[in-house]
């Protein structure tokens, strides 16, 4: 079945260590993104990738690294800098960035990671 | 910023009853999308509708935009206690801008 896979499910961070958290999509989608939702609240972009070798930051950052080397797989690294971490970390993937005739296409999600510091 | 804004922000209704969930954004938007997000898991797309759509059907989902009082609104109908969830919209505002997601509403669907 094709879809997103995100692992670990759980994850912990000791203080001052990054983590690094994993996306792997194999629907053959070009576009790839990052979001963190905290609890009761909608989602906030953190990075977001429409081809391979290409990201861009989204809306909160810092603190936060991705790199896209593969279409399939966009890590994301919640570095030390990364001062408030604990959250609801969701990734997801679409055909495309936007569409030809404007506005963006359905996003495909996986189960997220839930990061806590220990 | 471009941003949706759910519509109540939690609703409990009784099963077989329909729920009714809407969404305002501020600034003109090139398609709208619903979302809907099971406890601790991702979100699932159900249904986009474009600019120029004013109805869309989809199952029984029923989403109907106001672009004129940029708002849109959600109804399931005949609910069950599965469709327990948060849902949420998605608006985009400009061509190649990413859309924003609301903070969504949260339905409860009691058996």
């Known amino acids: 079945d094709g879809g997103i896979t995100q692992s670990p499910k759980y994850l912990f961070r000791k203080e001052g260590q990054n983590v690094t958290l994993s996306c792997e999509q194999n629907?053959?989608?070009?576009?790839m993104y990052w979001y963190r939702q905290d609890p009761g609240q909608g989602l906030r972009l953190i990075y977001y990738?429409?081809?391979?070798?290409?990201?861009q930051k989204g809306d909160i950052a810092e603190g936060y690294s991705v790199s896209r080397e593969k279409k399939e797989s966009f890590p994301l690294t919640v570095t030390s800098a990364q001062k408030n971490p604990t959250a609801f970390y969701l990734c997801?993937?679409?055909?495309?960035?936007?569409?030809?005739?404007?506005?963006?296409?359905?996003?495909?999600f996986g189960d997220g990671t839930r990061l806590s510091i220990l | 910023s471009q941003q949706g804004e759910e519509d109540p922000q939690a609703l409990s209704i009784q099963e077989g009853e329909n729920a009714t969930m809407n969404c305002s954004y501020k600034?003109?938007?090139?398609?709208l999308q619903w979302y809907r997000q099971n406890s601790g898991r991702g979100l699932v797309h159900l249904i986009l509708?474009?600019?120029?759509?004013r109805e869309k059907h989809s199952g029984r989902l029923r989403v109907t935009l106001d672009t004129s009082k940029k708002s849109s609104s959600l109804l399931i109908t005949a609910s069950r206690a599965a469709d327990t969830a948060s849902y949420f919209c998605?608006?985009?505002?400009?061509?190649?801008?990413?859309?924003?997601f609301g903070p969504g509403t949260r339905l409860s669907v009691l058996p």
């Open positions: 997801a993937s679409s055909i495309d960035g936007v569409s030809r005739s404007g506005g963006n296409q359905p996003q495909h």
């Open positions: 629907l053959n989608h070009d576009a």
């Open positions: 990738s429409q081809i391979v070798n290409d990201f």
């Open positions: 600034t003109s938007i090139n398609n």
């Open positions: 509708i474009r600019s120029n759509e």
């Open positions: 998605a608006t985009d505002a400009d061509y190649g801008q990413n859309f924003v």
